[in-house]
């Protein structure tokens, strides 16, 4: 029996279960749906019912618990019903088994037969032990998914079924709440009506017209960090010089200039600096630049010599002309004495938080999914946000972002 009496007028969610041992946590993320006055429509698959009772579900749902196409006693054709009613199908967790019948178009239960019934918007929180989420098969349909238009939310890194730990971790009940707020409500997150300025990415200054010095970032967190800034309510303008692109949901929503040197880059920040309420340097700008020879050094007229001269610390600048409740932020890439050096950068750089990441250990850092990072703060209190996608890591950030704007910093 549902626990209060439903709203049929309220947005109805279709919350899709899959035999994983995650789906006990989806009766929090059902939980909190119910409180936030959805509809939410519980659909469970056979093995989904191994791991968590359907009463459970049905006890909190808006409606009873359903997990077969046949026999239910409202309507001869559930899949289409509840697929034509769904203001969101959520899918957590989401099976490689699941993903991989809804990338085929297979409708052989209720629950991939209402994904493939429905016009509504799908969000997928996969699941599964790190060598199943790594899988090229896996991955693939999720690939083949998102082209379609398919939300999907990558697991977290963390503690796993029967004590391993790695990539492949549902994501946590609140975060799957909040993507559900902003993608059926256009929630208004912590960050909303800022202007967050992020750069990102690598730059690359010319030697001359196909050469380039430049360093191994990637532009992951910086575009990570704009999309859940997006997610957070926040407008966001993202200064790149990554050739990453944005995900599908968010890339016509978040302002993209594209840029290479750091000079370029420059010039951009600073021009859109005094309109943000938050800056946020994520890029890897290089330190050094060079005059670029107008044609191709050839290599026959023997080994150039490259004279390097510095840039300008574009951090430095923005700070300098850091407007009043401005929060900037700064990173620091360090492979050794990282807190000692990150520390002393902190007070140098004089931002309102530095990540501070040690590129030299396993899976951190350049070119990584993951990330592991330690968020220092004015007063140098360092909080340590374990190996997790940089997803996450732009949660743990933008949140603390979202706080210090609350309390009127700097
Ligand atoms: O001093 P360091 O290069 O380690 O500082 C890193 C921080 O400074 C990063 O946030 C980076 O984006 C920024 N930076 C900058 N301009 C430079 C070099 C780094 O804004 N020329």
């Known amino acids: 029996m549902p626990s209060a009496t439903p709203d049929h007028s309220a947005p ?14 989806s009766v929090e993320l059902l939980r909190r749906l119910r409180d936030a006055g959805y509809f939410v429509s519980p659909v469970l698959t056979r093995d989904a019912t191994r791991f968590v009772g359907e009463v459970t579900f049905s006890a909190l749902a808006s409606e009873p618990t359903r997990t077969s196409l046949y026999g239910d006693p409202t309507t001869p054709i559930p899949h289409t019903y509840l697929g034509q009613h769904a203001a969101l199908i959520v899918v957590a967790p989401a099976t490689a088994h699941l993903i991989a019948r809804f990338a085929m178009g297979l409708a052989d239960d209720l629950l991939s037969a209402t994904l493939l019934a429905s016009r509504a918007p799908v969000l997928l929180c996969p699941a599964m032990h790190t060598e199943m989420w790594e899988q090229p098969s896996v991955q693939e349909n999720l690939a083949l998914l998102r082209r379609r238009g398919v939300l999907v939310m990558e697991p977290a890194t963390g503690a796993l079924a029967g004590g391993d730990v790695g990539a492949g971790r549902l994501r946590e009940p609140e975060e799957i709440f909040a993507m559900v707020e902003h993608i059926v409500r256009g929630y208004r997150g912590p960050l909303s009506g800022q202007n967050v300025l992020i750069s990102a990415g690598g730059t690359r200054e010319a030697i001359d017209p196909v050469r380039v010095i430049s360093n191994r970032s990637s532009g992951r967190q910086g575009i990570a960090l704009a999309e859940v800034a997006h997610r957070l309510g926040a407008h966001v303008t993202l200064v790149s010089a990554s050739e990453l692109n944005l995900a599908l949901d968010v ?10 040197s750091a000079a370029q880059m420059r010039t951009a920040l600073m021009e859109r600096a005094h309109e943000s309420d938050v800056i946020i340097m994520a890029a890897a700008v290089s330190d050094f ?6 044609i191709k050094l050839k290599k026959g007229a023997g080994v150039p010599v490259l004279e390097l001269v510095a840039t300008p610390d ?3 600048d923005l700070v300098a002309e850091r407007r009043s409740g401005q929060v900037i932020v700064g990173f620091a890439a360090e492979t050794h004495d990282v807190l000692e050096n990150a520390v002393a950068k902190l007070q140098r750089k004089d931002v309102d938080l530095l990540v501070v990441n040690d590129v030299s250990a396993a899976g951190v850092g350049f070119e990584h999914t993951t990330n ?6 004015k007063n140098a209190e360092a909080s340590t946000v374990t190996l997790r996608s940089k997803e996450a890591i732009s949660y743990e950030i933008l949140t603390r972002v979202a706080s210090l704007l609350n309390q009127g910093a700097p």
């Not at 630049?289 to 107008?294: E, G, I, R, Y």
Request: hydrophobic share 55%; charged share 15%.
């Open 289 to 294: 630049t060079l005059d670029s020879a107008p």
């Open 372 to 377: 592991e990072v330690v968020i220092l703060a």
């Open 12 to 25: 109805r969610i279709v919350l899709g279960v899959g035999g994983g041992i995650a789906a006990y946590k």
């Open 251 to 260: 890339v016509n929503q978040v302002d993209v200039v594209h840029v290479e």
């Open 314 to 316: 574009i951090l430095q």
